[in-house]
């Protein structure tokens, strides 16, 4: 089964209907997770808008895999290049985080975290097939929220990624430690901060991460019937 864990882009979907929804009791503490026939969900931040510092990623990965064995996670971000313009998605090959959780605290265990390269290839190759236009290449950023980053942070993060977010990369590393296959879709609903003149403000990311929604909610929709 396809595992789907989304955020601020999609706070409901229809892509599943007739799902059940299951109270997950894990060693992390309580997930929610809708089951549906070919795929399950998880809205990361949860029913109260949980903030992205305070998402039980350690949870939400560990309820999934009773579940699945391949996982999307869908990102809203903000460009760090004037080259990747709002709207826009970006399926990202590699990301970089300095604050990783991580499942072994009392233990020594090196794992090797990556985006997996099967799952990324399927959504390119389904998004190429549909004509749904992607950026196929870049390096996702994780900065810890809630706040956007400063001026002079995104100037330091150009250097080495082009898109930033809050989320997807704790997902990555957890689901490596797990064994799940996991890559992003990444919606670019902004320009970071202080890439424009435009102030960065969270209603207009939202209101341009709703007109981003239905492209990536479509992509969704093929991938979950071609992972059947």
Request: aromatic share 8%.
């Amino acid at each position: 089964m396809l595992g789907i864990i989304a955020g601020t882009l999609l706070p409901t979907t229809k892509l599943l209907p007739g799902v059940k929804t299951r109270e997950v009791d894990t060693p992390h503490g309580r997930a929610r997770i809708a089951v549906g026939r070919d795929a399950a969900y998880i809205q990361r931040h949860g029913r109260a808008d949980v903030p992205p510092h305070r998402i039980n990623h350690k949870a939400n990965l560990w309820a999934m895999r009773e579940y699945a064995d391949t996982v999307i996670g869908v990102s809203s971000v903000g460009s760090l290049k004037k080259a990747i313009k709002p709207p826009a998605i970006v399926v990202p090959e590699d990301f970089l985080q300095f604050e990783p959780p991580t499942y072994f605290d009392d233990e020594i265990r090196h794992v090797t975290p990556a985006f997996d390269e099967k799952t990324r290839t399927e959504i390119l190759d389904v998004a190429a097939w549909n004509r749904i236009r992607t950026y196929e290449k870049g390096v996702y950023a994780q900065t810890r929220g809630p706040r956007f980053e400063t001026k002079a942070e995104v100037r330091m993060l150009a250097h080495f990624a082009d898109v930033v977010g809050m989320t997807a990369a704790s997902e990555a590393t957890l689901a490596c430690e797990l064994g799940i296959g996991y890559a992003v879709i990444c919606s670019v609903d902004n320009f970071a901060h202080g890439l424009t003149k435009s102030r960065l403000d969270f209603e207009d990311v939202k209101a341009n991460a709703a007109k981003n929604s239905a492209r990536v909610e479509e992509l969704l929709r093929l991938l979950i019937e071609e992972h059947k």
